[in-house]
């Protein structure tokens, strides 16, 4: 089979990359490297480079192709915020064009990276994909936009899509700015730096960290799953969380505290609906996951 990995020299892209490569499918990359990184891509992958948002220059990219993995975006709350043309125009006009550039060239199917993002607040846990969303940043709102524009290719173009919502997505390679950052990334940064540890409030806020290979088998299960294909959404976390003072003790060092901002006390996801359509159980623990990251971090 032949895929194509758009966002493939990112984080979450090039691990799906190299999951393909490892079982012996054909990859091709369209990434326009405005976040992606060369030395992320493998020797030997064709790479188109071009932006998701020029739908005549992506188009060849589709040719030959049987799925899309869509994980290309700007990911970042703040841009969002400040440039919300800009960002619009890559999460949710790019995501459009690539649902019509699959339906153009036959693409079977697309598997796109959504996010937990969408939720915003909500008075109970875990969340679930049947809650009212309450996107709290142009950027969540335009990932659910692009959620809702694959049920859309799915219900009039003919391209098989499932989106998956991403819970705080941590590994080797983990991003070190933009709405993808985990408190993993600073802390390992900070220590790197030999400065504290900040905290933000008590510490006692929760995060549901996934570690990267989990989110790379679910992205291969929704490609290949029979059950799935008509704008289905699940959510992709590791149905567990863990305190920012946990994490901060994990990864070692002075700490110190710094004043509470705005955002979700805790997050954690229902896992359920991945594990009945896909067949999909996050693998890997948490105290491992940080353990591979950091050993990863070392030796950067």
Known sequence: MHYLVTGGAGFIGSHIVEALLARGDGVRILDDFSSGKQANVPAGVEVINSSITDPVAIAPAFMGIQGVFHTAALPRVQLSIDKPRETNEVNITGTLNILLAARDAGVKRV????????????????LHEEMKLNPKSPYGLQKYVGEEYCKMASLFWGVETVSLRYFNVYGPRLTFEGAYVTVIAVFLKQRAEGVPLTITGDGTQTRDFTYIDDVVAANLLAMDSAKVGQGEVMNIGAGSNHSVNEVAALVGGLTTHIEPRVEPHDTLADVRRARELLGWVPQVKFEEGLKRTMEWFEKM
Request: charged fraction near 5%.
């Open 111 to 126: 598997v796109y990276s959504a996010s937990s993002s969408a939720y915003g607040d909500q008075p109970t846990l875990p």
